[in-house]
């Protein structure tokens, strides 16, 4: 038996953009994007380690709109389109760097195989399905695939109308069924914001555990005696597991982490920032410059961009090897500062949002493939779980009450109400409670009304996405995420007023929206009752 346990969690969302109005949509390379860096690598990652019998063990929310993106024949096509274009691209790198500038030929000719094989792996391997690449590993018993809230909207801010915080679980776990073939187990809660209560929507959809902050469990009352390193139970019944602040640091922190390394490839230098538009071509589709993922410097130090040195892949694969290596004697050394003064053994539980490894950290993947084999092959002091496993083993739990906490700055929720943000729930608590009240106004609705009725929760769980919120804080694409929030809402007023007899319930109207925001197809409004 191992002396403790290391339960690495890769949290996968994306908001669900999908634009079929225009034949190009910037907004859309975020999946894209995240496709090509992160999700066909880990499969790849997760294939090989199968295929060569480490016995990993990986915990991963599949958020219901990033899997609603993964099944979507329209951008599964797009994606297609766009990889072709990056492929395109790097074929001619090869060239270019030969008679322009050898110091790069070498990177060139690795993005071209790397490139190649995401290709291949998506296409040929899994046939464009990669929700089946996750599946596979799930019913191999080594990934441990959770949920998420239905749009990932942020609960504790809804909880004025305790229905929608329910839809959102509801759906949720409705549609992990549908789309993964069994019933989920656990949910990441959207940011980890918890609020005390909201858990027993958790065990009303037969969820066993999720996770928190750290101080989701150090301010708990009574006070665990463990602190993070084993999980408690709420008074509803849930196991709640939460992040250690240490293990998580070493990965995700750029000044002080591992990504911030000068070897590793540096994210802000990227061909479509400094190449030619004309010669970028296809890449570009209406000419406007943004990052297309070829990327020819390394981090280097803490320089101007100007000054960044040429990055070198071999350097950078032994800097991962070094790093995991380095992450276990961590744990190592941690779990056995513990050992013997705890029952159950400790456990130290790592989570990440899942576009760190590969998207912001290149090695990332790579990482991961190493450390598993380390911990597999290399000793017996620490080894992989994952919270279902871990609870069997040991199903004697603290029972203790979280408070209210998030993750992100501060911990309490700033970063999804602040001055730049908060006209947004006013709308949205007001469109809940509209939802709420068409719900149980309309018991036999006419088909066109039961559409109608069907296309309001859509529109509502849309708008109730924290990515909007989240990105009205960090100042990224803002206009873009205040004209989804206020699109939806609009979309959905109209379905109100049109079903309460103010204004013409037109079909061409209600099929155009279902059009545009075409998730959760199967999706009953009577959730919100």
């Not at 480490?54 to 929310?61: E, S």
């Not at 240490?246 to 061909?271: C, L, M, T």
């Not at 990440?352 to 912001?360: C, K, Q, R, S, T």
């Not at 809402?489 to 109207?509: C, D, H, K, Q």
């Amino acid at each position: 038996m191992p002396e403790g346990y290391w339960c690495p969690v890769l949290h996968a969302h994306l908001p669900y953009v999908r634009h079929p109005e225009y034949p190009e949509f910037l907004e859309e390379d975020w999946f894209f994007e995240a496709l090509t860096e992160t999700y066909v690598p880990l499969v790849r990652v997760l294939d090989g380690l199968l295929g060569d019998g480490v016995d990993y063990r990986l915990t991963m929310t599949l958020s219901p709109p990033l899997l609603s993106m993964m099944g979507d024949a329209l951008l599964v096509e797009r994606y297609h389109r766009y990889l072709d274009r990056l492929v395109a691209l790097a074929e001619k790198e090869i060239g270019r760097t030969a008679r322009e500038d050898p110091r790069f030929h070498d990177v060139a000719r690795f993005y071209l195989d790397e490139l190649s094989d995401v290709r291949r792996i998506f296409r040929e391997r899994y046939g464009s399905n990669l929700v089946q690449a996750f599946r596979n590993h799930r019913d191999a018993g080594k990934l441990e695939i959770i949920t998420c809230g239905a749009t990932h909207g942020f609960l504790p801010l809804m909880d004025t109308v305790p229905e929608a915080v329910r839809a959102q679980v509801r759906i949720a776990a409705d549609h992990y069924r549908a789309t993964l073939g069994r019933d989920p187990t656990g949910i990441w809660l959207p940011e980890c914001g918890y609020l005390p209560g909201q858990d027993r929507f958790l065990r009303e959809a037969g969820l066993r555990f999720s996770f928190l902050e750290s101080h989701g469990l150090t301010d708990a009352q009574p006070r665990p005696s463990h602190g993070v390193l084993a999980p408690i139970l709420s008074p509803e019944g849930v196991a709640f597991f939460a992040r250690d602040m240490e293990s998580s640091r070493q990965v995700w922190s750029a000044e002080s982490g591992y990504p911030g390394d000068h070897d590793y490839r540096e994210f802000y230098k990227d061909v479509g920032w400094e190449l030619p538009v004309d010669y970028l071509g296809d890449v570009l589709p209406d000419g406007l410059r943004k990052n297309v993922g070829i990327k020819y410097y390394r981090v280097t130090g803490k320089v101007g961009l100007g000054d960044k040195q040429p990055y070198v892949r071999a350097w950078a694969m032994e800097k991962a090897a070094a790093h995991a290596g380095n992450f276990l004697e961590n744990r190592q050394r941690q779990v056995r500062g513990h050992v013997s003064r705890m029952s159950p053994p400790p456990l130290v539980v790592s989570p990440y949002d899942a576009e760190l490894f590969g998207h912001w950290w290149f090695e990332g993947p790579d990482f991961l493939n190493l450390l598993f084999r380390k911990m597999h092959f290399d000793q017996d002091v620490v080894k992989p779980t994952t919270p279902p496993q871990f609870l069997d083993m040991y199903p004697d739990c603290e029972v203790a009450q979280p408070p209210f906490c998030t993750w992100g700055a501060r911990g309490y929720a700033e970063v999804w109400l602040n001055p730049g943000n908060d006209w947004i729930y006013p709308h949205l608590d007001m469109a809940a409670e509209r939802m709420v009240s068409l719900a149980r106004r309309f018991e036999t609705p006419s088909e066109l009304e039961r559409r109608a009725l069907d296309q309001a929760a859509r529109e509502l769980l849309l708008a109730q996405a924290s990515d909007w919120a989240f990105i009205m804080k960090t100042g990224t694409t803002v206009e873009y995420a205040k004209k989804r929030t206020r699109d939806h809402i609009a979309r959905f007023t109209y379905l109100y007023r049109a079903l309460g007899g103010e204004v013409m319930l037109e079909e061409p109207i209600v099929r155009d929206f279902e059009w545009r925001d075409n998730i959760f197809p199967a999706i009953d409004y009577r959730v919100y009752k």
